[in-house]
């Protein structure tokens, strides 16, 4: 339901990326790890259609999005991918409930009960009317993974979704992340250099510019 063929990537002076290959099956769930400057963020937003790929073919299930126009491609994105970044990007003069029912809101279809739900999961049942200014680093993160999985998207994709935040709230931050994803049966690619989250998880290393199936670090 994901497929990357033959992908290249260069910026200027920088060859990230040769001949790049990626599958990811229905609720699949994978890590991808890799150290700074190898190209985590540059793979995401490769794959979500964010960035063109300049060589080589992307599927997001039976679309080839490398052949869509900017248009087409926005509104497919919004049906059929949900994104985590390290930076959670709510909306500031919403609350957290309106930034979770965003992709409905603009579809002009918002379940507010689905949005009420998902803030519950992600133990925020209670701060559902505040924004993002009064929430702290762990609970923004959270409201950005329920806004993530709101469409029930085919395909979640995650850049350092946990980076900027302490340990434990790393860990639940990821952990709410995988359960709504399988709850919605969402496939998951979360991108990190950080080995301790990849337990348990099938890996891929980003490695001089093609991904490696590695083991997981548990
Ligand atoms: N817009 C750009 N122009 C030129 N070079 C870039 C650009 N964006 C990224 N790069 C380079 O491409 C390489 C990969 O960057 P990328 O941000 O994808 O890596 P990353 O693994 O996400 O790193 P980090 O974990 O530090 O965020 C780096 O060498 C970076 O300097």
Known sequence: MLRAEGIRHAYPGVRLFDDLE??????EVRVVLGPSGSGKTTLIHLL???????????YWGEVE?????????????????GLVF??????PELTALENVVLPGLIAGTPDWDWGRALLERVGLGARQH???????????QRV??????????????ADEPT???????AWRVYALL????????????LATHDEALARDVPVYRLEGGRLLVGLTSS
């Open 22 to 27: 990626l599958r990811l099956a229905p609720g």
């Open 65 to 81: 999005v490398t052949r869509l126009g900017e248009e087409r491609l926005a509104r497919l994105r919004r049906r059929y991918v």
């Open 130 to 140: 505040q924004r993002p200014a009064a929430l702290s680093g762990g609970e923004r």
């Open 86 to 91: 390290q930076h959670h990007y709510l909306l």
């Open 178 to 189: 995988l359960e709504l994803a399988r709850e919605v049966r969402s496939a998951v690619l």
């Open 144 to 157: 950005a993974v329920a806004r993530a999985v709101y469409n029930r998207p085919r395909l979640v994709l």
């Open 163 to 169: 980076g900027a935040l302490d340990r434990e709230n």
């Open 48 to 58: 979500a259609g964010i960035l063109r790929v300049q060589e080589g073919r992307l």
